[in-house]
């Protein structure tokens, strides 16, 4: 039988009371504070607590979840646990749920700031599972069909040690699928999919097709999402192979071969991926997603040549010489103007754009994310465009991506003539 208690509390005194669960490293199973308190938000949606054995020691997982991603850190008592527990309780979150080894604890905050306290006593004391692994949910299994037919897993179903970093870049490309599609159904920018009609998904430059399987996997096993996936890229051999995974996983997905300018699909897709597809390549699949009016866009870029290149032979305007006088920050600003100026011109095309993190940068360098989620709605004049041609127009550069759409570009008065 399990005994429960609720009682209102001062909120301070309830937040000591967290406070002491959370920093109880011997019987702390696992903390969640999430919601937010009357006209207050928190910087985070969610937040979860627990301690992990590392190699470095036991350390207190903290994972911050904003819109799209989560944000792990690990705190020791010697180094700075204290400051980011009090931090949290700082936060205006709405509920704090602690559960320890022996009870469960809600604590829920009421419009006059005082805290509602619900205890639950355990009917039996339960262990701490410490272990990394279990930090975060994964969306495919190691031992899934698909990471197993990729070649990410063994046929005993775990990850090879040489395929970890694949398989992160998996789990932390589905994360970001998923919140999108949900946000972007949410918003009804993009429109519900049915087994006559399943969502269209396209992959441009979708090489052996890991993320491109994976999608499809995930979103018709887990998210129940009636999904077409089409690859395209300029390899026969990529095609060959990946038409031939397909077939062992019994998936139908079509797998075209040509340049992603070139590719003919008809009907056009809901949703364009491009992940890693290299230099100007991304420019190209941008601007097919717009010619098809895709409601959804994820689009990783890889290697930055092309502006690099200009900046190169370009003058600098003043004052920003010291941002391209050394080869390593030229080539750094480079990729960031690159997709600033991507970002902006799909704001232009009627699109709200995200740029965000896609895997932790101690994992690849090619870690940026674009997201873009039609609106429909093409902004002709006011800050957006003249930001855009503001910044062309002093850096005198051209992005591929505005010849492509046919927008103006620096160095030739273009951007000043259409500012007219
Ligand atoms: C770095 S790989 C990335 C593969 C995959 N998207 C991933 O993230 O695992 C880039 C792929 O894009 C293809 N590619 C590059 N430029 C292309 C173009 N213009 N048209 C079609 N495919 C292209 C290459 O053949 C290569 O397979």
Known sequence: MTQSSMAAEPLLRALMRVRAMLLDDATLVRAVASGRQKGETPDWKRVELRWVDLKAGRHLQVVR??????????????????????????????????????????????????????????????????????????????DDPVLLAVGISTADGKVKPTRQAKYRQVEEFLRLLDASITDALKKKALRQPSKADPLRIVDLGCGNAYLTFAAQRYLTHVRKLPVHVTGVDVKQQSADHNTKVAA???????FVVGTIADAVLDPAPDVVLALHACDTAT?????????????????APCCHHDIAAQLRKARTPSPYAALTRHGILRERFADTLTDALRASLMRLEGYKVDVVEFVESAHTPRNTLLRAIRTGSRVKGGGVRKEYEELVGTWGISPKLAELLDEPVGGDGAALRAAD
């Open 65 to 142: 979840y904003d819109e799209t991603q989560a944000h792990t850190s690990n705190h020791t008592a010697d180094g700075d646990l204290r400051e980011v527990v009090d931090a949290l309780l700082d936060e205006p979150f709405g509920n704090w749920h602690v559960e320890t080894t022996t009870e469960q604890v809600q604590v829920r905050v009421t419009k006059k700031l005082e805290a509602m306290v619900n205890v639950t006593a355990r009917a039996e004391a339960v262990e701490v599972e410490r272990s990394h692994d279990q930090a975060k949910e994964r969306l495919l299994a190691e």
């Open 248 to 254: 062992e996983l019994g998936i139908e997905a079509d």
């Open 283 to 299: 420019d190209e699949a941008l601007h097919r997603a717009v010619e098809w009016g895709a409601s959804l866009v994820l689009a």
